[in-house]
T-cell receptor, first 111, second 113 residues
Framework: GQQLNQSPQSMFIQEGEDVSMNCTSS?????WLWYKQDPGEGPVLLIA?????ELTSNGRLTAQFGITRKDSFLNISASIPSDVGIYFC???????????FGKGTKLSVKP | KAGVTQTPRYLIKTRGQQVTLSCSPI?????VSWYQQTPGQGLQFLFE???????NKGNFPGRFSGRQFSNSRSEMNVSTLELGDSALYLC????????????FGPGTRLTVL
């Protein structure tokens, strides 16, 4: 089946540092979504991207839809302790309602 | 607007039993999708319902089934439970007509003993 390669698998950073993670696919997506999941909870939508090259921000978060439509990245600037969690990328193929998820990036922030 | 709600939050069952999980989407959202999340396989798509019809189905055995009611609420059923069915089952809703964003509920944690 379809797979998304998400990297890095985990990150351990100092508070205040910037963070970058990305996802790549062998398939072309028409939508990229980024989610954050806390333990015992469902994923929370952070950013949605719909056009190739689109760059969208949500506070300290910035995400981009790759020009080839096969990749996306998420940046978090000036990380804070509450950024801790698992971040997932998800892509949606044209004409399909389901999302294909990456394996997640586990972020740990040291105060 | 209230978010996606799922009941129950936790379930413990034994092998061979069956289970029904419930999901209420965000008001106005007509599509409901179900996902299974496990540490090994991650988030995997089960099926999507729109206007009471299954639109799309993932690669899961027939023991996994679902339905959607006229008020867009959805149920998922798993029959003849196996140990490997232990997982967090997540429901997501989307508006469909305007936006593709899917919003998730808190999930139902199913443990099969």
């Amino acid at each position: 089946g379809q797979q998304l390669n998400q990297s890095p698998q985990s990150m351990f950073i100092q508070e205040g540092e910037d963070v970058s993670m990305n996802c790549t696919s062998s398939s072309i997506f028409n939508t990229w979504l980024w989610y954050k999941q806390d333990p015992g909870e469902g994923p929370v939508l952070l950013i949605a991207l719909y056009k190739a090259g689109e760059l969208t921000s949500n506070g300290r978060l910035t995400a981009q839809f790759g020009i080839t439509r096969k990749d996306s990245f998420l940046n978090i600037s000036a990380s804070i302790p509450s950024d801790v969690g698992i971040y997932f990328c998800a892509g949606q193929l044209a004409g399909q309602g389901n999302l294909i998820f990456g394996k997640g990036t586990k972020l740990s922030v040291k105060p | 607007k209230a978010g996606v709600t799922q009941t129950p939050r936790y379930l413990i069952k034994t092998r061979g039993q069956q289970v029904t999980l419930s999901c209420s989407p965000i008001s106005g959202h007509r599509s409901v999708s179900w996902y299974q999340q496990t540490p090994g396989q991650g988030l995997q798509f089960l099926f999507e319902y729109f206007s009471e019809t299954q639109r799309n189905k993932g690669n899961f055995p027939g023991r996994f089934s679902g339905r959607q009611f006229s008020n867009s609420r959805s149920e998922m059923n798993v029959s003849t439970l196996e140990l490997g069915d232990s997982a967090l089952y997540l429901c997501a809703s989307r508006q469909v007509e305007l936006y593709n964003e899917q919003f998730f509920g808190p999930g139902t944690r199913l443990t099969v003993l």
